[in-house]
């Protein structure tokens, strides 16, 4: 074994600690084949099989859907509003669960305030076992949107149920957990399970319609790419005296790594799957730095600047901000022999040419993305289209993953490595109380093998 070699083993033993105060313990839907040699296969945009989503405008006449909610916060209630928006009279919302009472209650007041819709009392749920009860509870859908570290397990418990699942983005913050939910999309495909994973651009008219120009060699080959997500601040719950150390960081879950995977992978990892639904194939390396400059709370960093490299040799610059008073803006540009293209989820996207002549142009369409990935999933479940998103978007968050643990460490880091680590954040169980993670937590230091 050369020293390089042990040195990676150790780096990533070690990297296991990374994000959390302590540690417990890939196909896809568009694909290129091919190796650094075959530039044809891979610039092959007939090769690749990407499976659509149905688009339509109105859901087909079916069996009313019942949907059960996990994970009651800003998210969660929107989703429950997305999804009745999506099917109108033939859906139904009947069950919900959370940890916090508080916010089953606030979910419950603006189903029936914003759709007119009534959960059953006896169907709210409260707890860390909340999840499994609304499973069991007479729904057909799971929509799972608790903090992305809960995912993987509720994910594999709603499959093994027989449950179609709308589940967000990130769907794990950890390697451990990229593998449970890439074992469970198997068995999703093998039961016929439907699944939408909230990675709403796949699902977004203009995107679409971009992708499918750069399929006709609107701008060539795609030589590279650069993805943005820079924008403001997001939030933080103060500490309230009555609460727990648990409580205090599920309330704060956006700026605990454990928790959210930090915003690479909680927030940016749209950008990034838009890069690997675009150029048919995810990175196989990623060298990045990030720092912590003025976030409040949690153990996270505020920026990354990763490079990803794919293994044709072709670059994906990667870039995240979350500080308030700089520049800022979410979009992705891809970079071809004959033009480039810019796509944003809101505003216009554009083709351009070599010369900046615009080609192409797409405004957004009268359907919002989130409320057509849900039309999508009903069309879907109606139908009995094969349409499960989980694996590919694994492979996504997995790429994020990447990027964090290279900013965190300084060390160039591969697909491989991290696909394999060990690295599971968090306590291996759940309870409302003290855990003594935030005494030892700290805010990672490149170059290191630990946080120090």
Not at 186 to 213: F, L, P, S, W
Not at 248 to 271: A, F, K, P, Y
Not at 399 to 411: E, L
């Amino acid at each position: 074994m050369s020293k390089n070699q042990f040195s990676r083993r150790k780096f990533l033993g070690s990297a296991a600690a990374i994000g959390a105060a302590s540690t417990m313990g890939v196909g896809s839907l568009s694909s290129c084949s091919g190796g650094k040699s075959n530039e044809t296969a891979v610039f092959d945009w007939k090769s690749r099989e990407y499976n659509f989503p149905p688009m339509l405008d109105t859901v087909p006449a079916g069996k009313v859907l019942k949907a059960g909610i996990i994970g009651c916060g800003g998210r969660g209630s929107g989703a429950a509003v997305n999804f009745l928006e999506a099917g109108g009279d033939t859906v139904q919302v009947t069950a919900l669960a959370d940890v916090f009472k508080d916010r089953v209650d606030s979910a419950r007041e603006k189903i029936k305030t914003e759709k007119n819709v009534e959960v059953p009392e006896e169907n709210c749920f409260v707890g860390f076992d909340a999840f499994q009860k609304v499973i069991e509870s007479d729904v057909d859908i799971v929509v799972l949107a608790t903090p992305p570290k809960f995912r993987p397990e509720h994910f594999e418990a709603a499959v093994k149920a027989r449950k179609h699942v709308f589940m967000e983005k990130p769907v794990a913050v950890d390697p451990v957990g990229i593998r449970q939910v890439i074992a469970a999309a198997k068995m999703a495909d093998a039961a016929g399970i439907k699944v939408v994973t909230g990675t709403q651009r796949r699902h977004q008219h203009k995107y679409i319609n971009i992708y499918n120009e750069l399929a006709n060699n609107a701008i060539g080959h795609i030589i590279g790419a650069n993805v943005y997500w820079n924008g403001g601040k997001l939030w933080h719950r103060d500490n309230n005296p009555k609460w727990s150390e648990m409580e205090w960081m599920i309330r704060d879950w956006v700026n605990w790594t454990w928790l959210s995977g930090d915003h690479i992978v909680e927030q940016h990892v749209h950008n990034i799957d838009v890069a690997a639904w675009f150029m048919g194939a995810h990175p196989e390396k990623a060298l990045g730095f990030g720092s912590r400059q003025r976030r409040i709370t949690g153990d996270q960093y505020d920026n990354f600047s990763v490079d990803y490299v794919m293994d044709d040799g072709r670059h994906i610059h990667s870039m995240c901000r979350q500080i308030n008073g700089c520049t800022t803006g979410v979009y992705e540009v891809f970079n071809g022999t004959k033009g480039a293209s810019f796509t944003s989820q809101g505003g216009t996207s554009t083709i351009k040419d070599s010369a900046g002549t615009e080609l192409f142009s797409f405004e957004d369409h009268e359907t919002s993305p989130y409320v057509q990935e849900h039309k999508d999933l009903i069309t879907c479940i109606r139908q009995d289209i094969p349409f499960n998103e989980a694996e590919e978007t694994a492979n996504s968050v997995l790429t994020a993953i990447m990027g964090r643990i290279s900013a965190y460490t300084g060390k160039e880091v591969t697909r491989e490595e991290i696909m394999n680590s060990d690295m599971k954040l968090g306590p291996d169980t759940y309870v409302m109380g003290d855990i003594g993670f935030m005494k030892n937590a700290k805010v990672p230091v490149p170059g290191t093998l630990e946080r120090k």
